[in-house]
């Protein structure tokens, strides 16, 4: 998980989610807000891990004290932005270590599969479980389920566009055992020209109850949200006082 992805789409990262309907920043932080109070009523603080962008905690401050942590640097330089005064910190999942705990902690967007390595998931998940206080909760969204994954060229390309930009995006797709490979083609149109580049992602298709155990061994009571996305599942932590 090299801390240079989403080095040149940080800057367009949400035009493009949000510009095509993708995400639904304040739709999906009040369903968050939801899901933490009902396993943590008395929840104040909270800790998004692969924050990225910081679409979400600018959405969540409304309710939470809020840090973040991101492995890119790109990402977290749009994130401070818009959070000048929220501390958000780079850091390796895999080895995270703020020295405190979180009434919750958050892992969105499928991010956790960005590490394919299944040892070093259960490691990355030991310490997202380690920052969430006891009587708190961790939120993990898991990537496509193994068997829902299908490869390929999509057939449309996403757009979208601002006042000042114009993107264009498409994506081939293709699997080697767990692994899926994700090469995402974009062009960018400013008032400076056409830029094109390509960024290649690489996750680990997991099985849900591969999360389910591993939230378990970490010390949490886990459940599932079937479909928080299409074929994606949703694990929610909940730790004992």
């Not at 949400?14 to 920043?25: P, R």
Request: hydrophobic share 40%; charged share 25%; proline share 5%.
């Amino acid at each position: 998980m090299p801390d240079t992805m989403y080095g040149k789409s940080a800057r367009i990262y949400d035009l493009l989610y949000v510009g095509t309907g993708i995400k639904d920043y304040a739709a999906e932080s009040a369903e968050l807000d939801r899901l933490i109070k009902n396993s943590c009523p008395t929840a104040r603080t909270l800790l998004d891990v692969a924050c990225g962008t910081g679409a979400h905690l600018v959405e969540l401050r409304r309710w939470y004290e809020l840090e973040g942590a991101d492995i890119s640097p790109a990402m977290l330089t749009v994130a401070r932005g818009r959070l000048p005064d929220i501390p958000l910190h780079q850091a390796d999942m895999r080895t995270l270590d703020l020295g405190k705990t979180f009434d919750a902690v958050i892992c969105l967007f499928s991010s956790i599969a960005y590490i394919t390595d299944p040892a070093e998931m259960r490691a990355a998940v030991a310490r997202l479980a380690a920052h969430v206080a006891q009587g708190g909760v961790l939120i993990l969204d898991g990537w496509v389920r193994p068997d829902e994954w299908h490869e390929g060229y999509r057939p449309e390309p996403e757009i979208a566009r601002d006042e000042q930009t114009m993107v264009v995006r498409l994506a081939a797709s293709r699997r080697e055992g767990n692994i899926t490979e994700l090469d995402m083609h974009h062009l960018v149109q400013t008032a400076d020209g056409v830029e094109y580049f390509v960024e290649s992602h690489r996750l680990a298709l997991t099985p849900t109850e591969d999360y389910v155990s591993t939230v378990a061994s970490a010390g949490l009571t886990a459940t599932v949200i079937p479909d928080y996305m299409p074929a994606r599942d949703r694990i929610v932590g909940h730790k004992e006082r």
